[in-house]
């Protein structure tokens, strides 16, 4: 396959889609966006053709347009362990307390591999922003985010990395076992040390393509000292701040036996009730505890796959959003899914709240932009996550010529319910980084040997 096309000179493309553009707000681009180097310059109305010139046209006729999705919530290492037979039909405290004896095995060669692969399934789903939250260290994985940076170095795509943490073993009256938890002064000097060396900030960076943000992985791993160090480390960095709450109610029991206070409360005496965190989940909440949460600006990582295969519950998302929340998608890892497909998990996202709101308020357009504006907010992007002038041109095209679409009046509401799965091209930056289904830089069937290989040794140095 080619490399993408480079336009050097003048390098301003109109992407003409005449069937479908969901911008992700109220403006118009019936007719296509012109890019200019990495951002949209120019949304082109139904019947129009650009004010501003151009050097080229991408036909993308027979095709949608849309702002690339962003995944707010993942474990990319668990790729390694889908559908192990000693985790299936568990809900979440034993499927945890199983796959903790497997991912203490996880070594450097493993989390790269995974991380590509997982980065490359999200890619090949709409995402031109992927996240990971990555909390398991045993000893042979002292520099995991440094391993991933190299990863994702090949995706090139951008990506929020979180230097996740656990420091309260099975010793300490914890859930993880001993052997992959760190002592929470390596931890804090590890964090700083990430976001010095890879951080970009918003202010500093007009294009940040890499961001750090600090997340100890549960109120039931990591001790109230560290929750408050680390929000006061990511204050100081200024650094958002992640963590799992409120995924079932045996965490809200955990939280009450051990620190006498509900998950929310706990939070809040840690310093973390505020516009710097985003919470994946949040689905065990009281309306007064939504209320909080509203006021606080606090952000929410909805991941409904997940939460329905551990019979977790249904986060209450319109319910947050009315409260003043921020609320994104995520596909939460895959040993919970099992598979990183974002456009997938908005379909996932469509369906299951229905069940809870019906079918007048969640629609194709609410939930697509659960997966683009939404999860950008969470991330306290403004740039990314929408089609509008001025914007990161990050955008994810699908090709409606399938038997699924076929006979689909409406192109934007037929990705969702008719269920894409592969996007045909995907920009990052202004740059094609997917075309025809493929990525320009990995051989996919090379990476699935090379992984499959690797999740065989993990899972057999188990038994």
């Not at 949608?64 to 037979?85: A, D, S």
């Not at 090949?124 to 391993?147: E, N």
């Not at 914890?174 to 890879?198: H, K, M, N």
Request: aromatic content about 6%; some cysteine; glycine content about 8%.
């Amino acid at each position: 396959m080619q490399h993408p096309v480079q336009y050097k000179s003048a390098p301003t493309l109109w992407l003409k889609s005449p069937e479908g553009v969901f911008t992700g707000n109220t403006q118009n681009a019936d007719n296509g966006v012109l890019v200019q180097n990495s951002q949209i310059i120019e949304l082109v109305k139904s019947g129009e053709t650009p004010k501003l010139p151009f050097d080229a046209i991408e036909n993308c006729t027979g095709k949608v347009i849309m702002p690339g999705m962003i995944n707010t919530h993942h474990h990319f290492y668990q790729t390694l362990t889908r559908c192990v037979p000693g985790a299936l039909n568990k809900p979440l405290f034993p499927w945890l307390t199983f796959l903790y004896k497997v991912w203490k095995n996880l070594d450097e060669e493993m989390l790269y591999s995974a991380t590509k692969l997982a980065g490359l399934e999200l890619m090949m789903s709409g995402c031109t922003t992927i996240g990971d939250h990555h909390y398991v260290f045993p000893k042979r994985l002292r520099h995991a985010i440094d391993v991933q940076v190299q990863a994702i170095a090949e995706l090139n795509c951008r990506a929020l990395l979180t230097r996740g943490s656990m420091s309260l073993g099975q010793s300490k009256g914890g859930l993880p076992p001993d052997s992959v938890i760190q002592s929470e002064d390596t931890i804090l000097a590890d964090s700083q040390r990430v976001i010095s060396a890879y951080h970009q900030s918003i202010t500093s960076h007009p294009n940040p393509m890499l961001q750090i943000a600090l997340a100890p992985c549960s109120p039931f791993s990591v001790s109230k000292e560290l929750m408050q160090q680390t929000a006061l480390l990511a204050n100081k960095n200024d650094v958002l701040l992640h963590t799992h709450l409120a995924e079932t109610e045996d965490e809200n029991a955990f939280c009450q036996r051990i620190y006498g206070a509900r998950p929310l409360d706990y939070l809040e005496q840690c310093g973390w009730l505020n516009e710097r965190t985003w919470l994946a989940h949040g689905i065990h909440f009281t309306p007064q505890e939504i209320a909080r949460l509203g006021e606080a600006n606090v952000g929410i990582a909805h991941c409904p796959s997940s939460n329905m295969l551990l019979a977790s519950g249904i986060c209450p998302t319109l319910d947050l959003v009315n409260a003043g929340c921020r609320v994104g998608l995520g596909v939460d890892g895959s040993a919970s899914n099992d598979c990183s497909n974002m456009i997938q998990e908005a379909r996932q996202s469509l369906l299951q709240q229905r069940l809870r709101y019906g079918a007048v308020d969640i629609t194709a357009e609410y939930v697509l932009g659960l997966a683009t504006k939404g999860s950008a907010s969470l991330l306290n992007r403004t740039d990314i996550g929408e089609i509008a002038i001025g914007k990161q041109a990050d955008l994810a095209i699908f090709d409606l010529n399938a038997l699924r679409f076929s006979g689909a009046g409406d192109p934007i509401a037929a990705i969702i319910t008719c269920g894409a799965h592969t996007v045909d091209k995907l920009m990052v930056a202004g740059k094609w980084v997917i075309e025809d289904g493929k990525h320009y830089a990995i051989d996919d069937h090379d990476l699935i040997l090379e992984h499959q290989k690797l999740a065989k040794k993990l899972q057999s140095a188990a038994i």
